[in-house]
């Protein structure tokens, strides 16, 4: 009998049955989920979403597996692909691309499977927004600048004009607006901030393959960024981020790390909010202090995710 301590990549796992629909990530084979490699690495058959994903990540973690690309096949052939090869006792991996419940078709496929009598089921993958709040060393919220993220894409063939709400987004001042498969659409979006009363000047980040060896940022302003972004030649595979946390400053300290909130700690940087202190402050370091376990555990999950 082995004393070996159970794996976490895979004990969750262990009630779970069928065929798991995994997020590869946004491109960097490191940011692949230790749960999404260990799969990866017991796959018989792997379908991928094509260029989408690192192709060193398929060869570092699953080159002994058939790999099938899945851009170009429809549901009637990808499902019965799928569906035989694990009802043959293969082990099969989808590997979608970023997060598969973020723009994917993933849902789709899982409930033909499942009319097909096969189990699915999710595992996470970091999303290129997060890769792209890495790469412009920022966060996705900040203090006063960014109490909200909206993940949305422009219209188009899929989104309706009327269920665009790019425009709503950015005009509440407080989101971070993270637009996805909206790289070629660039110009078209500015214009219609633009018409839309969206300040000209309002910070705008286009991340080209985040996290991948040819990333790339295009920083602008909603006036400017489209002649940048055309003028790079990019229309496709970029995250369009709007909104002051892009240029990570104006924000108020927070009160989660004491006397750093007031300005008080020497080395403290200057110019960025929560100077001044008020007779408030010390009753509500007070209140924040009896949580601190909480909080904690907050930032903990939001740098894990």
Wanted: overall charge negative; aromatic content about 6%; proline content about 5%.
């Amino acid at each position: 009998m082995s004393d070996a301590p159970p794996d976490p990549a895979t004990e969750v796992l262990s009630d779970r049955e069928g065929i798991p629909f995994v997020g590869a990530g946004p491109g960097d084979p490191g940011l692949l989920t230790v749960r999404g490699r260990a799969l990866l690495e017991e796959a018989d058959l792997v379908v991928h979403a094509g260029s989408l994903v690192n192709s060193e990540l398929l060869d570092a973690f699953c080159a002994h597996a058939e790999q099938v690309n899945s851009v170009g096949k429809d549901l009637e052939e990808l499902i019965p692909l799928m569906r035989d090869a694990h009802e043959a006792g293969r082990t099969v991996v989808r590997l979608h691309s970023g997060d598969p419940s973020i723009y994917g078709a993933a849902l789709e496929q899982m409930d033909a499977l499942e009319s097909e009598g096969i189990s699915t089921y999710f595992v996470s993958g970091v999303t290129s927004a997060f890769a792209a709040s890495a790469t412009l060393d920022t966060q996705l919220t900040l203090n006063e600048v960014a109490n909200h993220v909206a993940f949305t894409r422009p219209q188009g063939k899929t989104l309706s004009p009327e269920e665009d709400h790019i425009s709503e987004f950015v005009r509440m001042g407080d989101v971070t607006t993270c637009i996805y498969l909206g790289t070629h659409a660039v110009r078209e979006t500015m214009d219609r901030l633009l018409d839309d009363g969206v300040d000209p000047d309002t910070p705008v980040a286009v991340v080209y393959h985040a996290s991948w060896p040819d990333e790339d940022v295009i920083s602008g302003t909603v006036g400017d960024i489209a002649d940048a972004v055309e003028e790079a030649g990019y229309r496709a595979s970029a995250l369009v981020v709007i909104g002051e946390a892009v240029t990570g400053g104006g924000y108020e300290r927070s009160y989660l790390y004491g006397d750093w909130a007031n300005g008080e700690v020497e080395g403290a940087r200057d110019g960025i909010g929560g100077g001044d202190s008020t007779d408030e402050e010390p009753e509500r370091d007070a209140e924040e202090s009896t949580r601190d376990g909480d909080d904690t555990d907050a930032i903990t999950e939001e740098s894990a995710q």
